[in-house]
């Protein structure tokens, strides 16, 4: 008899919740574009109006344009791998569903823990940031908030002897979509497809209005740090394309799972990358280098030096509204990811009651919204985004991995969707996310394994989790 450790979840038996629900009790109401939209809402944040200017400045100059396709290929091959997956298991979960698949329940385990420290740190650091943003709008409006409030106990604050007590904005923002959360993934959703529409629309509106003062001449020269420097680019903006791994996690949510997931995950990063490319472009034909290595806001400052106040003004408003919902999307994946752990009897039973009129997993957005509100609130986390990345670029293997090993043991098992060009692109997948976690600091990684250990002692010791046939 197997090791419980080794023993998996049957494929069928995803199969089942996916096409019957006779598992899951969620409602099915997202379709293409509401799933489409959490796709984009987790990936378009602060990052599309700050980080082509900043990885222009700093490692690619004009070629930040290549940094962004390199990016996206990259995150095209596991995209592919998720797509696969997500409609031969079409079940909530995401990476810790695949793994239970093709590695068994320690993995499993493992790779939920992993998840849950991504998206908690990842909604916390961008909490934490949205409090910058939203003093620097209000400025424009002559209304300061007390810094001591704007920052984490003992931070020293910039340009003062002072230091931070909490910072109240991070709180307060998740506070907004854990309530959010509470009245169910339809309302959720159409917030989330609001706050997408208005961030393609603005960015859109900035394409228009910038075009016509493109120069070619600030694209000379293209590559002023070298290929070097657009592979550095490349791994520093993979991150902003990982939007498609929270879609996953809602596949029981979905209707028409099998046919609307794959569309989704495709259709998201493929209008994420044509924005990204897009506004990389104008943005290194409109300012020169010089400038982008001074401004922090390089959209609104674009806009102002075209002589667009106006819009500036909108594109400002719309970018601290708009990181609301990668907060949201986030806290989508890391609550239904804890609901089914728990479902599967690795978390503890409090985690998989629904709310009877929303069907809201409310213990779940609770406790994870009040953890994530206190990190936000009191600890500094801009050092830390190096282990969400890390922790992402695992999440990424394991599902590459897990293509290969059911597509060599269950090589017969339906797949309405198929990875192209396996073995060798699920290989090729796995191999670019070790190459960039290999590039990460020893104190990153020390973390990490830290984090692993303890999710280990806790499978261990207390958890004593059933075998699954």
């Given at each position: 008899m197997?090791?419980?450790?080794?023993?998996?979840?049957?494929?069928?038996?995803?199969?089942?919740?996916?096409?019957s629900g006779s598992e899951s009790d969620h409602k099915r109401v997202l379709g293409l574009w509401s799933l489409t939209a959490l796709g984009i809402g987790c990936t378009i944040g602060a990052g599309i109006f700050v980080m082509p200017g900043l990885v222009a400045a700093q490692h690619a100059g004009p070629a930040v344009v290549l940094s962004f396709v390199l990016?996206?290929?990259?995150?095209?091959?596991?995209?592919?791998?998720?797509?696969?997956?997500?409609?031969?298991m079409p079940a909530s979960g995401s990476a810790y569903s695949y793994a239970y698949a093709a590695f068994g329940q320690l993995v499993a385990f493992l790779m939920g823990w992993d998840l849950l420290l991504e998206y908690g740190l990842s909604n916390s650091a961008v909490a934490a940031g949205w409090g910058g943003y939203l003093q620097a709008l209000l400025a424009q409006f002559g209304v300061t908030l007390p810094k001591t409030l704007l920052y984490a106990p003992g931070h020293l604050i910039p340009g003062t002897s002072a230091r931070g007590w909490f910072n109240l904005p991070a709180g307060?923002?998740?506070?907004?979509?854990?309530?959010?959360?509470?009245?169910?993934?339809?309302?959720?959703?159409?917030?989330?497809?609001?706050?997408v529409t208005a961030k393609i629309a603005v960015l859109g509106l900035f394409l228009i209005l910038c075009v016509p003062g493109m120069q070619f001449a600030h694209f000379n020269p293209f590559m002023p740090f070298g290929w070097g420097g657009v592979v550095s680019g490349a791994a520093v903006v993979f991150f902003l394309f990982i939007g498609f791994d929270a879609v996953s996690t809602v596949a029981e949510e979905t209707r028409d799972v099998q046919r609307t997931l794959p569309r989704a995950i495709a259709?998201?990063?493929?209008?994420?990358?044509?924005?990204?490319?897009?506004?990389?472009?104008?943005?290194?034909?409109?300012?020169?280098m010089n400038e982008l290595r001074h401004v922090q806001e390089p959209l609104a400052h674009a806009l102002?030096?075209?002589?667009?106040?106006?819009?500036?003004?909108?594109?400002?408003?719309?970018?601290?509204?708009?990181?609301?919902?990668?907060?949201?999307?986030?806290?989508?994946?890391?609550?239904?990811?804890?609901?089914v752990m728990s479902r599967d009897g690795l978390m503890p039973a409090a985690f998989t009651r629904l709310h009877p009129t929303t069907g809201a997993p409310y213990a779940a957005v609770l406790i994870?919204?009040?953890?994530?509100?206190?990190?936000?609130?009191?600890?500094?986390?801009e050092q830390l985004a190096d282990l969400v990345s890390l922790g992402t670029?695992?999440?990424?293997?394991?599902?590459?991995?897990?293509?290969?090993?059911?597509r060599h043991e269950f090589p017969e098992a339906p797949r309405p969707f198929r990875c192209p060009g396996a073995p060798f692109l699920p290989g090729l997948a796995i191999a670019i996310n070790l190459y960039l976690m290999w590039g990460l600091s020893w104190t990153v990684w020390s973390m990490f394994l830290v984090w692993i250990a303890i999710g280990f002692g806790v499978y261990v010791r207390w958890l004593r989790p059933p075998a699954v046939t």
């Open positions: 197997s090791h419980p450790w080794f023993v998996r979840k049957s494929i069928a038996s995803f199969t089942a919740v996916g096409e990016a996206a290929i990259a995150c095209l091959l596991a995209a592919l791998c998720y797509s696969e997956l997500a409609v031969m307060a923002a998740v506070a907004f979509v854990t309530a959010l959360l509470l009245f169910g993934i339809r309302e959720s959703a159409r917030f989330n497809n609001a706050m259709l998201s990063l493929t209008l994420v990358t044509l924005l990204y490319v897009a506004v990389a472009t104008v943005l290194v034909a409109v300012l020169p102002e030096q075209m002589r667009h106040p106006v819009a500036a003004l909108v594109l400002s408003v719309v970018a601290v509204v708009g990181i609301l919902s990668v907060i949201l999307v986030a806290s989508i994946g890391q609550t239904r990811i804890l609901y994870l919204g009040g953890v994530t509100a206190f990190l936000a609130m009191v600890v500094p986390l670029l695992a999440a990424f293997s394991v599902v590459s991995a897990a293509v290969l090993v059911l």
